[in-house]
């Protein structure tokens, strides 16, 4: 299925201390302890993007590729890991994370931030990394508010494609895997809290339990 004319796109690599294949292992864990249902933290406030989005779009999409780029140490050893024990919807409604998820994300106590921010997805088929060819030209793409061209800083972000050639040699990038947006499509998180030494464990269920049970305590 091709691309859709607008999308959030993001990529990823190593965070808060986990490669790319744990943080599919973890995330697929979600997917199927929640029936399709996962969260996918990011660090970019993109709330008017996203309402534009859902203004244009009845089946809005996620669209996810590994970063070019290797993983800067902070990423790769960060000093502290928290999880995000409380969200609220576009609109400013509280919103109840489901106790089968568990957003992460690494924190510098130093300089601590109050919010991050998630995508809410769901997939009926697995998450990995597809080994298929669909591939993204990122010079052709375009912020969707503004019809500007995408800065490289730009991690996630809600995009248009402009639809001529891109020049030989341009950068792309592979599709990994897609999923939907649904409802509320994009949360805002607050209340950080370090994650419990548990949170290493290969059993997500275990992790997710033992966490939460400590948030609650």
Not at 8 to 25: D, K, M, N, P
Not at 27 to 45: C, H, P, S
Not at 142 to 154: D, E, I, K
Request: glycine share 6%.
């Amino acid at each position: 299925m091709p691309l859709p004319d607008c999308f959030c796109w993001t990529r990823f690599g190593t965070e808060a201390g986990q490669s790319i294949h744990q943080i599919l292992a973890r995330k697929e864990e979600e997917r199927t302890a929640n029936g399709g249902l996962f969260f996918w933290g990011i660090g970019n406030a993109i709330g008017p993007s996203m309402v534009e989005l859902l203004r244009r779009s009845r089946s809005p999409e996620a669209v996810f590729s590994p970063t070019r780029s290797a993983p800067r140490r902070e990423d790769a050893a960060p000093r502290s890991v928290v999880f995000w024990s409380e969200a609220a919807t576009l609109g400013g409604e509280e919103y109840s994370l489901p106790q089968r998820s568990l957003i992460t994300s690494r924190l510098d106590p130093q300089r601590p931030r109050a919010r991050h921010y998630a995508l809410v997805c769901y997939r009926e088929s697995p998450i990995s990394i597809e080994c298929g060819s669909e591939r993204i030209q990122f010079a052709l793409l375009r912020n969707l508010l503004t019809s500007r061209p995408l800065g490289t800083s730009q991690v996630t972000a809600v995009v248009g494609m402009k639809r001529s050639h891109c020049r030989v040699g341009s950068a792309s990038y592979n599709v990994a895997f897609r999923a939907r947006l649904v409802p509320p499509y994009f949360v805002l998180l607050r209340n950080p809290v370090p994650l419990v030494p548990s949170g290493v464990s290969s059993d997500w269920e275990e992790t997710v339990r033992r966490t939460w049970d400590g948030r609650v305590a």
